[in-house]
């Protein structure tokens, strides 16, 4: 497809961004808009999974029949199926007449399954009936009803990792997945931060009526260089934000850092505790945490104070720990037997007389071992960027000697 186009097909869905990822993206829209085949969208969360969506419909042949959107995370899994497929008079208490569900509603157009990977299994069955027989049994109900709906589906689950784990049917699955649209996190595309930044500061202003001065070209480059956990989204609350606190000046990169260190002390305040452990065993591992972050802080800190607050460019922001991470997964609470006494690193009484660099050091060889040199699941854990995983295991020569997990 030639450039003009998929730059008019951009603009009339408000997809910003001219990365190879974002740029593949619209060309795939473009092409499986007009059919009627099935799209799955993946993608973390604020990645524009539904914008995605609202183009497919809006460039789709069925633009002018109904769009429902339904978040399957958001329905109780004992009504799920009453709304989605409707029910008949008398089928349980309460159900005082007949009620169509949002299949009948969107019949003739398209209906959006938001958050699929939250869908209770024996809905799935119903779902993968209709997308391969066109119809249904509402709730109570005897007689199949045929609908013509197209469905576009979006998660950020790890639907492979779900029908491993038995949570999502491998049938449906294979169904869904064959238009697959893969959005990228935006810490993958930074080259479009820019050009969202732009867009969302302008919108933001003129809105809003505020002066909007422009961000500073190394404030820029710091915006780039953060890792964003909540994506586009994320992106966008943040400049709407520095447009209302600093209306009419141009926002610098101390503006940026001050404000992103800000988010960042304010989520590491709230840090849980780890549940599922020994109560001494989880304070142990708190205070090494703390210690741990307590060190990037001053790294960064230093890095900042250097640059004497000029307009300069700081290398390696820290990641903000988006809440969520900050839990630890129910999978890392639960496996193997509860650790040795031996196999901890760092024994609380040497705290005091071990210096940070040697706490993190055994902090992150000791994660790396227990999750087979996974540098996601070890960054997670520690609740740091992959990015600084990878320089911290150069930086200490903590690479695995075997082939890689
Ligand atoms: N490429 C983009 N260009 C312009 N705006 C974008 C882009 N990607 C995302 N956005 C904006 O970011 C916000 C979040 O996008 P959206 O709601 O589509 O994300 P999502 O992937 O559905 O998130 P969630 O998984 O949390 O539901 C929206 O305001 C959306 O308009
Ligand atoms: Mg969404």
Same mark, same amino acid.
């Given at each position: 497809?030639?450039?003009?186009?998929?730059?008019?097909?951009?603009?009339?869905?408000?997809?910003?961004?001219?990365?190879?990822?974002?740029?593949?993206?619209?060309?795939?829209?473009?092409?499986?808009?007009?059919?009627?085949?099935?799209?799955?969208?993946?993608?973390?969360?604020?990645?524009?999974?539904?914008?995605?969506?609202?183009?497919?419909?809006?460039?789709?042949?069925?633009?002018?029949?109904?769009?429902?959107?339904?978040?399957?995370?958001?329905?109780?899994?004992?009504?799920?199926?009453?709304?989605?497929?409707?029910?008949?008079?008398?089928?349980?208490?309460?159900?005082?007449?007949?009620?169509?569900?949002?299949?009948?509603?969107?019949?003739?157009?398209?209906?959006?399954?938001?958050?699929?990977?939250?869908?209770?299994?024996?809905?799935?069955?119903?779902?993968?009936?209709?997308?391969?027989?066109?119809?249904?049994?509402?709730?109570?109900?005897?007689?199949?009803?045929?609908?013509?709906?197209?469905?576009?589906?979006?998660?950020?689950?790890?639907?492979?990792?779900?029908?491993?784990?038995?949570?999502?049917?491998?049938?449906?699955?294979?169904?869904?997945?064959?238009?697959?649209?893969?959005?990228?996190?935006?810490?993958?595309?930074?080259?479009?931060?820019?050009?969202?930044?732009?867009?969302?500061?302008?919108?933001?202003?003129?809105?809003?009526?505020?002066?909007?001065?422009?961000?500073?070209?190394?404030?820029?480059?710091?915006?780039?260089?953060?890792?964003?956990?909540?994506?586009?989204?994320?992106?966008?609350?943040?400049?709407?934000?520095?447009?209302?606190?600093?209306?009419?000046?141009?926002?610098?990169?101390?503006?940026?850092?001050?404000?992103?260190?800000?988010?960042?002390?304010?989520?590491?305040?709230?840090?849980?505790?780890?549940?599922?452990?020994?109560?001494?065993?989880? #304070? +142990? %591992? !708190? &205070?090494?945490?703390? *210690?741990?972050?307590?060190?990037?802080?001053? =790294?960064?800190?230093?890095?900042? $104070?250097?640059?004497?607050?000029?307009?300069?460019?700081?290398?390696?922001?820290?990641?903000?720990?988006?809440?969520?991470?900050?839990?630890?997964?129910?999978?890392?609470?639960?496996?193997?037997?509860?650790?040795?006494?031996?196999?901890?690193?760092?024994?609380?009484?040497?705290?005091?007389?071990?210096?940070?660099?040697?706490? #993190? +050091? %055994? !902090? &992150?060889?000791?994660? *790396?071992?227990?999750?087979?040199?996974?540098? =996601?699941?070890?960054?997670?854990? $520690?609740?740091?960027?992959?990015?600084?995983?990878?320089?911290?295991?150069?930086?200490?020569?903590?690479?695995?000697?075997?082939?890689?997990?």
């Amino acid at each position: 497809m030639e450039g003009t186009k998929i730059s008019d097909l951009q603009k009339s869905f408000g997809i910003i961004g001219e990365s190879d990822d974002i740029k593949e993206i619209i060309e795939t829209i473009a092409q499986v808009a007009k059919a009627d085949i099935t799209v799955l969208i993946i993608g973390e969360s604020g990645t524009g999974k539904e914008l995605v969506a609202d183009a497919i419909y809006k460039s789709s042949l069925r633009r002018h029949r109904p769009f429902i959107k339904v978040n399957c995370g958001a329905i109780p899994a004992g009504i799920i199926e009453s709304e989605l497929f409707g029910h008949v008079k008398g089928s349980f208490t309460g159900a005082i007449e007949d009620r169509k569900g949002y299949f009948e509603t969107a019949d003739g157009g398209t209906i959006f399954l938001d958050e699929i990977g939250e869908m209770p299994l024996e809905t799935q069955v119903k779902l993968l009936r209709i997308l391969e027989l066109g119809e249904f049994i509402p709730v109570g109900g005897s007689k199949a009803k045929r609908v013509d709906v197209r469905i576009i589906a979006a998660t950020n689950k790890d639907l492979y990792e779900e029908v491993e784990k038995g949570n999502f049917r491998r049938d449906l699955f294979y169904r869904i997945k064959t238009v697959t649209i893969a959005i990228p996190p935006l810490r993958k595309h930074p080259e479009d931060i820019p050009l969202l930044v732009e867009k969302f500061a302008l919108d933001f202003a003129n809105r809003n009526n505020i002066p909007f001065k422009g961000f500073s070209p190394s404030a820029m480059k710091l915006l780039q260089q953060y890792p964003w956990p909540g994506n586009v989204r994320e992106l966008k609350n943040f400049v709407e934000s520095m447009i209302v606190l600093h209306k009419g000046e141009v926002i610098t990169s101390r503006d940026v850092t001050k404000r992103l260190f800000a988010e960042r002390k304010a989520l590491n305040d709230n840090l849980p505790i780890r549940v599922g452990k020994p109560p001494d065993q989880a #304070e +142990r %591992e !708190l &205070i090494l945490h703390q *210690l741990f972050l307590l060190r990037e802080e001053i =790294r960064d800190l230093k890095s900042y $104070l250097f640059s004497g607050g000029r307009e300069q460019e700081i290398k390696s922001l820290p990641p903000l720990e988006a809440k969520k991470e900050v839990f630890v997964e129910d999978e890392i609470l639960t496996e193997e037997e509860p650790a040795k006494e031996e196999e901890h690193t760092i024994n609380p009484a040497k705290i005091g007389k071990v210096s940070l660099e040697d706490v #993190e +050091r %055994e !902090l &992150i060889e000791g994660t *790396l071992r227990k999750f087979n040199f996974q540098k =996601r699941k070890t960054a997670n854990v $520690l609740k740091i960027s992959e990015r600084t995983l990878y320089r911290k295991i150069k930086e200490y020569g903590l690479e695995d000697t075997e082939e890689e997990k």
